[in-house]
């Protein structure tokens, strides 16, 4: 079994897109809390003052995915490599990896990341994200998920992520058995 490191990018252009569109929002939000603090809505102003803030924060996010040009996945023969932030990367075994769940979500497709010992694989993950990740698996989601939605090489990555997935099971059992055999 010759198995070869893949890296899977996100798309610039759908990253510049939504860069836009952030951008749009923090700028309509600032000059909605501005027009708002000036007629004495203070907190209506004031919540328009922490969306744009919000929206900033994911356009910097953007920024920084372009920036470092780090590949969102990359595949190795030992494990998974998923960037969750721009410049933080979980490392997953591919023997913790039971399986993964494509779904759809708000015209979204993700695949969902189905872990063995999700309680270890919680404390990696950063404090930025681990209150999203948590609201996932309150949902029902999984902890780990990877937005299809932004990739390039979308098929490529579910025939990947099966072959390897499903490989690794195959030699855990054979190897279970060929144990047992002793």
Known sequence: MKETVMKFYESKRKLLILMVGCLLFVGAGMYFSYTLFQEGSFLFAFIMLLCSGFFLFILTMYAKKIATGHPHITLTPEDLELYVLPTEKINIRWEDIEAFIPYRMHSNSFIGLVIKDEERYANLMPNKVKKLSRMNVRMGY???????????????????????????HQNEASFKTDGALK
């Open 142 to 168: 999984p902890q780990y998920n990877i937005v299809l939605s932004h990739l390039k090489r979308k098929n490529l990555l579910i025939e990947e992520l099966e072959k390897r997935i499903v490989e690794t």
